[in-house]
């Protein structure tokens, strides 16, 4: 058996895997229904709430003939009710594969640690890499070519600002990110970009100018300002994001054509305006979709072999 692989990161993979999972997900998106994982269990296990993450890898698996189940904080507690070592050593047991969000990022490290089965990150708070890995992948659809396409991250340097920064950097597209002093994202992440992107001809930069991010690039993204766990700070993080908003004025800076993203749930009125996240240029639903496409490819590649 193949030693056992995880997706904690976007780093986890190579460029050409990733040309691999795209053109897999492509096949998936045309050929939903398959039975490869007849007779595997995959076990999801949420800290914080979802929608999307939950429900596209339920059906991702079911679609690919597999059983699936989701575990709440209420009936798990990782960490809390028994430690994580413990849980992953368990959970191998029962299951082919491990899907979790979680607070803490090293909480995510520590599962796949003890886990034998591949670990899905499905959201940390430094990274949410299958949004990200969704996010490209239709970028891509929409576009075409990826190298030399410019997307400004406008507002939070958060998980999935760190994400984007690690993809978009591996597949020769710029980054800007627009971020008040203070908000940008992880420096060391962001260091990685830098010289990952530099090496494919493409740059990461952070101005704490919206405008000036979001000058002429063919993608425009957002994120909520407050992130799952940073509630009691939303009101004060409000006024300090109030020009960090992704609104008419915003987008009449970029591109004509730029397509404008985020990652969902949002907050219409605050990180994106109602006209904006509805307007044709946005794609923010086909992300959604993406993602259980992409996360199908995943899981297929962590799988291989085992
Ligand atoms: N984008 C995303 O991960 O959505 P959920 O939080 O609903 O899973
Ligand atoms: N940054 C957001 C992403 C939600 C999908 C959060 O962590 O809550």
Not at 9 to 22: A, G, L, N, R, V
Not at 44 to 50: D, E, G, R, T
Not at 72 to 94: F, M, W
Request: charged residues 25%; positive net charge.
């Amino acid at each position: 058996m193949p030693a056992k692989r995880d997706f904690i990161s976007i780093s986890d993979f190579s460029f050409d895997e990733i040309q691999e999972i795209f053109k897999k997900t492509e096949e998936l998106k045309k050929n939903k229904f398959q039975t490869v994982f007849k007779n595997k269990a995959v076990g999801l296990i949420f800290q914080k709430p979802s929608l999307r993450t939950r429900v596209s890898f339920q059906v991702g698996v079911w679609q690919l003939g597999g059983q699936c189940m989701s575990l709440s904080p209420a009936e798990v507690n990782i960490g809390v009710r028994e430690t994580i070592k413990d849980a992953a050593l368990t959970l191998s047991r029962y299951l082919d594969l491990i899907v979790a969000r979680v607070f803490k990022h090293k909480e995510v490290e520590e599962l796949a640690q003890y886990s034998l089965v591949p670990v899905i990150n499905g959201l940390s708070d430094l990274f949410h890499p299958c949004q990200a890995l969704a996010d490209i992948f239709t970028v891509k659809e929409k576009r075409g070519a990826l190298k030399g396409q410019t997307l400004a991250y406008i507002g939070d340097g958060n998980n999935v600002c760190n994400s984007l920064l690690q993809i978009t950097s591996m597949l020769g597209m710029n980054m800007r990110v627009g971020a008040p002093k203070g908000y940008g994202p992880n420096k060391d992440i962001l260091m990685l970009a830098q010289v990952q992107a530099a090496k494919m001809g493409a740059s990461a930069v952070v101005t704490h100018d919206p405008k000036e991010a979001a000058y002429d690039v063919d993608v425009l993204y957002t994120d909520v300002w407050a992130s799952m766990g940073q509630e009691k700070e939303a009101a004060r993080r409000a006024k300090i994001f109030k020009k960090y908003q992704i609104n008419k004025d915003l987008v009449g800076v970029a591109k004509k054509s730029a397509l404008v993203m985020h990652c969902l749930p949002a907050h219409r009125g605050q990180e994106i305006t109602e006209d904006v996240m509805d307007s044709p240029n946005s794609v923010v639903f086909d992300e959604a979709e993406n993602r259980l496409h992409v996360q199908k490819a995943i899981m297929m590649k962590l799988l291989e072999g085992r």
